[in-house]
């Protein structure tokens, strides 16, 4: 299989270098799937846009943690594992949470049944099990929040995309794998 190797701010457009420089000065770095995405300037721009963008929609900082959690674990991408992870105990989660999220669970009825409907919209490729969806209007989910999880559903999958495609070294510290962290 090919290797891609992480791009470097010299060897990326112009568009792609202004984004680099702008996340080095928010983050003290440019993470590796974001100067991954920067091979395409219009892709980065249009991703930190969307994701931008949904710091406005319905769920606060900790329910989008749990998302992308959970969609990480289920596409298997070790990169966002670890990176929402750490922002998940950044925004309040202990690592049982973590743990239990990752497996699209949570002892907070509102919480579970995001992450379980979100879960369910990943393994069925949109078509979310009815009683996910249920769960998810009973928790007094509407319609415009349906479809603000099914867009960080979209975009923590492209991102896990990526990283899987491209395998870059994860700069963020591991997460235990899930089967180690459940037999723990």
Same mark, same amino acid.
């Given at each position: 299989?090919? =290797?891609?190797?992480?791009?470097?701010?010299?060897?990326?457009?112009?568009?792609?270098?202004?984004?680099?420089?702008?996340?080095?000065?928010?983050?003290?770095?440019?993470?590796?799937?974001?100067?991954?995405?920067?091979?395409?300037?219009?892709?980065?721009?249009?991703?930190?846009?969307?994701?931008?963008?949904?710091?406005?929609?319905?769920?606060?900082?900790?329910?989008?943690? *749990? #998302?992308?959690?959970?969609?990480?674990? #289920?596409?298997?991408?070790?990169?966002?594992?670890?990176?929402?992870? =750490?922002?998940?105990?950044?925004?309040?989660?202990?690592?049982?949470?973590?743990?239990?999220?990752?497996?699209?669970?949570?002892?907070?009825?509102?919480?579970?049944?995001?992450?379980?409907?979100?879960?369910?919209?990943?393994?069925?490729?949109?078509?979310?099990?009815?009683?996910?969806?249920?769960?998810?209007?009973?928790?007094?989910?509407?319609?415009?929040?349906?479809?603000?999880?099914?867009?960080? #559903?979209?975009?923590? =999958?492209?991102?896990?995309?990526?990283?899987?495609?491209?395998?870059?070294?994860?700069?963020?510290?591991?997460?235990?794998?899930?089967?180690? *962290?459940?037999?723990?």
């Amino acid at each position: 299989m090919r =290797t891609f190797n992480v791009p470097t701010r010299d060897e990326v457009s112009v568009e792609s270098q202004q984004l680099f420089d702008a996340l080095e000065k928010k983050l003290g770095m440019v993470p590796n799937l974001y100067a991954s995405i920067g091979y395409s300037g219009n892709a980065l721009a249009s991703y930190l846009t969307f994701q931008d963008a949904q710091a406005q929609g319905t769920f606060n900082a900790k329910q989008r943690e *749990a #998302v992308n959690l959970v969609v990480s674990q #289920v596409n298997g991408c070790t990169y966002c594992q670890a990176a929402h992870t =750490t922002l998940g105990k950044m925004n309040g989660f202990t690592e049982e949470e973590t743990i239990a999220l990752r497996q699209g669970r949570s002892s907070d009825a509102k919480l579970n049944a995001i992450v379980g409907l979100a879960k369910s919209l990943v393994e069925n490729r949109g078509r979310a099990s009815e009683d996910k969806v249920e769960e998810f209007l009973a928790q007094g989910y509407d319609q415009a929040a349906l479809v603000d999880l099914i867009a960080l #559903v979209a975009s923590k =999958t492209l991102a896990n995309y990526v990283h899987n495609l491209f395998d870059f070294a994860i700069d963020f510290p591991e997460a235990q794998p899930l089967e180690e *962290a459940i037999n723990a």
